[in-house]
């Protein structure tokens, strides 16, 4: 088992910047991807970003160079920075982690991000 647990959302104004961040526990050491995904109202949950242990990144295509994300792999946790923000990066934002050789797979309870002026 692994718990993640958010921070960092908030409102932020266009073009402002945010960054969220990520803390594991648990089952720390089997943990594999780490990364971030969102919703957005009434669509599906899409990839923002994710980073394995080795540290390949993978980056959704809407991120467009405005997002980094970043690892710790001593602490376990996950950060997103986020500029550029426009008001269509409104959701909420989840963060995730899987295993090594395992198909299971965790989400923390998400965080609101609301860019609006």
Do not use: H
Not at 2 to 12: A, D
Not at 58 to 83: A, C, H, P, W
């Amino acid at each position: 088992q692994v718990q993640l647990v958010e921070s960092g959302g908030g409102l932020v104004q266009p073009g402002g910047s945010l960054r969220l961040s990520c803390a594991s526990s648990g089952n720390i050491l089997s943990i594999n991807v780490m990364g971030w995904y969102r919703q957005i109202p009434g669509q599906e949950r899409e990839l923002v970003a994710t980073r394995t242990k080795a540290g390949r990144t993978e980056y959704g295509d809407f991120v467009k160079g405005r997002f980094t994300i970043s690892r710790d792999n001593f602490k376990n946790t996950i950060d997103l920075q986020m500029s550029g923000l426009e008001p269509e990066d409104t959701a909420v934002y989840y963060c995730y982690a899987d295993l090594f050789a395992s198909p299971a797979a965790y989400w923390g309870r998400g965080t609101q991000v609301t860019v609006s002026s």
